[in-house]
């Protein structure tokens, strides 16, 4: 179906189609697509191909047969809340009332959204780091927002101080940074988090963190929510959601923290997105913020082995990673292999070798993409028989 150009600059959906009117496809979707034609290996995207703790799913079973199916309280059931709540002091000695400063929301995607929507206004600057999420420049351009971005630079994907110093104006309304980082893996130094935080002071901006990697984090790395920064709290909205620590990214139970005022203004958008989610899931998650401590290093250190793993299968195949730090993906440079165009080698890979990953471009505007074009994603959060097939298959690659 096509539609009219009147039609087109009156829709804010139309800032996400093609010319021709069809929804712009992502390469996300080209490359499922392609695993599913093909059979290949899906490393590209993001989601678990096994479950996590076991009580937590027997307690949303628990939960579906004892009636939770009705819509929740619109800011979160009060155990979840409270659970959010306890989970930031345990873990990061953040004291926060669940009953005004804790929000449930569908997914830390629903969480950006909102916020983005309720804080940016037309012409408002958002930053971020770049490769970014790519929710993040579609909500972006959906608030009329303005994205400018400061590039994560190899090795390491750190940003360099003075572009940070650079990038933020007067007319940066949200600083929105991902820690730990979707794709790089990398976690940001409290030097480079402190700037920010001293950034979004002299410029009166507001402090946006995607935290949903904030469990898995690896080489006994320490992750540190901005918001105990000296000066930050009360100017940082923090996202954080249960999909990647429990492996339930369909259950779509995420959350935000954030200070009275700003939180307000947040709900008010939110109640007309989704009003409310996952009646059941939301005394599961609970359970799960509240399960002991090695739990967590436990779901941690498992992830750990399956990252090294797929780091020993891309190396032995030629390929030069930079290990993550932290979440569900590797980075690794295809130009070793010969292969300059890491899109081009994602459209062959499967039939190459089998296997599908995503191009490092496909997270950044045109303009950045030439810096990080041999760059590939692989995600390792699958057994540990599907990593080990996907690097004998990648050994392909050598000629
Ligand atoms: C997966 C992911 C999300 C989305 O989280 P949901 O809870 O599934 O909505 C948001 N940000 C980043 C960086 C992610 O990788």
């Not at 619109?74 to 004291?95: C, D, K, S, V």
């Not at 100017?235 to 954080?240: A, D, E, L, Q």
Request: aromatic residues 8%.
């Amino acid at each position: 179906m096509t539609i009219s150009g009147s039609w087109q600059r009156a829709a804010r959906g139309a800032l996400l189609l093609d010319a021709d009117g069809s929804v712009r496809s992502t390469i996300f979707a080209e490359m499922s697509n392609l695993a599913t034609r093909t059979g290949a290996i899906n490393l590209g995207q993001g989601f678990p191909d096994y479950d996590g703790p076991a009580e937590v799913l027997d307690a949303a079973r628990a939960a579906i047969s004892a009636g939770a199916n009705q819509y929740p309280p619109a800011t979160g059931i009060p155990a979840l809340r409270t659970a959010i709540a306890e989970h930031q002091q345990r873990f990061y000695g953040i004291g926060l009332d669940p009953d005004r400063e804790v929000l449930v929301t569908a997914g830390a995607t629903e969480a950006i959204a909102a916020t983005v929507l309720a804080l940016v206004d037309e012409g408002d600057e958002v930053l971020t780091f770049e490769p970014f999420y790519d929710e993040y420049g579609a909500v972006i351009d959906l608030a009329r927002g303005t994205h400018t971005t400061v590039p994560l630079r190899r090795p390491d994907f750190q940003p360099d101080h003075d572009d940070l110093r650079a990038a933020v104006t007067d007319r940066t309304r949200l600083i929105l940074v991902n820690d730990p980082h979707n794709p790089t893996g990398a976690t940001f130094s409290r030097e480079t988090l402190a700037l920010l935080v001293e950034l979004a002071h002299e410029h009166d901006a507001i402090i946006v963190t995607d935290e949903v990697y904030e469990h898995l984090v690896y080489d006994g790395t320490i992750h540190t929510p901005i918001s105990t920064l000296p000066g930050a709290r009360e100017r940082t909205v923090t996202i954080s959601s249960a999909g990647k620590t429990f492996n339930t990214t369909g259950w779509k139970i995420g959350w935000i923290t954030a200070p009275p005022a700003i939180l307000q203004a947040i709900i008010a958008v939110k109640q007309f997105l989704t009003y409310v989610n996952g009646a059941p899931f939301q005394p599961a998650i609970a359970l799960g913020l509240r399960l002991p401590d090695e739990v967590f290093t436990g779901i941690a250190a498992e992830l750990q082995s399956k990252r090294d793993v797929l780091a020993n299968g891309l190396t032995a195949a030629g390929f030069t990673i930079t290990k993550p730090k932290a979440g569900y993906f590797i980075v690794a440079d295809a130009a070793p292999l010969g292969f300059d165009d890491g899109a081009e080698l994602c459209r062959t890979l499967p039939e190459l070798a089998g296997v599908v990953a995503v191009p490092i471009s496909a997270f950044c505007h045109p303009e950045l993409a030439g810096e990080y074009r041999s760059l590939v994603r692989f995600a390792f959060c699958k057994r540990l028989d599907v990593l080990e097939r996907a690097s004998a298959q990648l050994s392909a690659l050598r000629r």
